[in-house]
């Protein structure tokens, strides 16, 4: 049975700076498909920064003999490192949104973790609208306020020690959440501590 053809990135590293994608695209093609290839300008633009990344549909026999023929192998005066990459930023970002957006699988009612699982993903949701909240539109959204500088600021929910639940307003709590729980211990500042002595804090 024939192996079938994966699409992988290949990273490849340590050729000359003149190469071209069109001549790192032609090393590849005899192992497989060459879906793209990209490889980074040196800041003068002139020139390569001697390494790139190349997508290609590969079987796992053809990948292993491509690692086989050009890791240390010499071209155009570098010596080549190929190896497999990770995926780019944008295509990881589309997959978990793709991934995100698939209908949750049927929960177990004998299994109690992957109910409580369940329930902890079912708390999120996307955001319909994901435009700036400012000053003049926080109105529209739920949750918001102004704090005393006139700036949008979001309340919090939270949970005391004691298991009370409240919501924090910024706005009307200025200092800090250790107020909230009152928890700090303020001080006058003539009560701070201004001077470090270091034999007394090793003792």
Request: aromatic fraction near 10%.
């Amino acid at each position: 049975m024939a192996e079938a053809a994966v699409l992988k990135r290949v990273y490849i590293g340590g050729f000359a700076h003149s190469v071209t994608a069109d001549e790192v695209s032609g090393r590849f093609k005899p192992f497989g498909q060459v879906q793209a290839v990209d490889i980074p300008a040196a800041p003068s633009g002139n020139e390569t920064r001697g390494f790139g990344y190349v997508s290609i549909s590969i079987t796992p026999a053809q990948w292993s003999r491509c690692v086989r023929a050009y890791t240390g192998a010499k071209w155009k005066g570098g010596q080549l490192r190929v190896e497999e990459a990770k995926e780019d930023y944008m295509t990881r970002l589309r997959r978990e949104w793709s991934e995100a957006l698939e209908p949750a699988k049927p929960v177990d009612p004998e299994d109690g973790k992957a109910q409580r699982r369940g329930k902890r993903a079912s708390n999120w949701q996307l955001a319909e609208d994901m435009a700036l909240v400012t000053a003049k539109n926080l109105d529209r959204y739920e949750g918001w306020t102004k704090n005393r500088y006139g700036r949008p600021v979001l309340k919090h929910k939270m949970i005391k020690p004691n298991g009370r639940r409240l919501t924090y307003d910024p706005a009307k709590h200025k200092y800090s959440v250790d107020r909230v729980f009152a928890s700090a211990d303020a001080k006058p500042s003539p009560a701070l501590q201004w001077e470090y002595d270091a034999e007394e804090a090793r003792s």
